[in-house]
């Protein structure tokens, strides 16, 4: 079972975000998106790809189209990616990702969630290395899908890995974050229907941590998770 196939199934388990702070975020992911781009979803691939992660969410088609709007509005926010890395309890690497329209407040606010929840921040780029990023895409199963012959239809796009969760019918597909793009419109050109398309930072030395341990972990990450301006959180929890 790969790494990616084994991170999937531990976000399921712990995913922290419920949808009140789910939606926010998935709503700034399609403005930005919109904003980048024209706001056409069939114009503009990022935000095909957005939406497609707010519906997977089961995000409101009301929510998303006023995002859509909003972006194009005077007063749409100008949002800025800003990532930060730190250490938590018992040595834990996390990996912040945040969309901000005042990088003041989001450091002051990221800082202040690790000083006050057992942990600290750590130099820009200094912990990168221990994540791989990579481009993770989810699809349903078909009963003529062959997996081998996808397999290697999909390589030349960049695939690194495939894998099968037969017990929801899901099938992962992993590879490096720089051809998301050229997977992306792969499976658009097979007709295959995404349900998730998404760009992950996996450990590549997850750790073991104790069930005590990772309830102090837990709170830490629970308030980077509520943070507004964060968009997503990262560890090398195994």
Do not use: C
């Amino acid at each position: 079972m790969g790494r990616a196939f084994e991170y999937r199934k531990a976000s399921k388990m712990k995913r922290w975000g419920a949808m009140s702070r789910i939606f926010p975020k998935l709503a700034k992911a399609i403005e930005m998106a919109a904003k980048a781009g024209v706001p056409d979803p069939e114009m503009n691939s990022a935000l095909r790809t957005a939406i497609l992660n707010a519906k997977a969410e089961n995000m409101p088609k009301t929510n998303i189209e006023a995002a859509i709007k909003r972006a194009s509005g005077k007063d749409a926010a100008n949002y800025t990616d800003v990532n930060f890395e730190g250490k938590g309890p018992h040595g834990v690497l996390i990996f912040v990702e945040t969309a901000t329209d005042n990088n003041t407040r989001t450091v002051a606010n990221v800082k202040m969630h690790f000083n006050k929840n057992g942990g600290q921040m750590a130099p820009t780029g200094s912990l990168e290395f221990f994540f791989d990023r990579k481009a993770l895409f989810e699809f349903e199963k078909t009963e003529e899908m062959d997996l081998e012959e996808l397999e290697l239809e999909l390589i030349d796009a960049g695939l690194e890995e495939i894998e099968e969760d037969e017990e929801e019918g899901i099938v992962l597909v992993t590879a490096d974050y720089k051809d998301f793009g050229t997977l992306n419109k792969a499976f658009e050109d097979m007709g295959i229907e995404l349900k998730k398309a998404k760009l992950e930072r996996i450990s590549n030395n997850p750790q073991e941590f104790s069930d005590e341990q990772q309830e102090e972990i837990s709170k830490l990450l629970e308030k980077l998770d509520e943070d507004d301006d964060v968009q997503a959180v990262f560890t090398n929890i195994g």
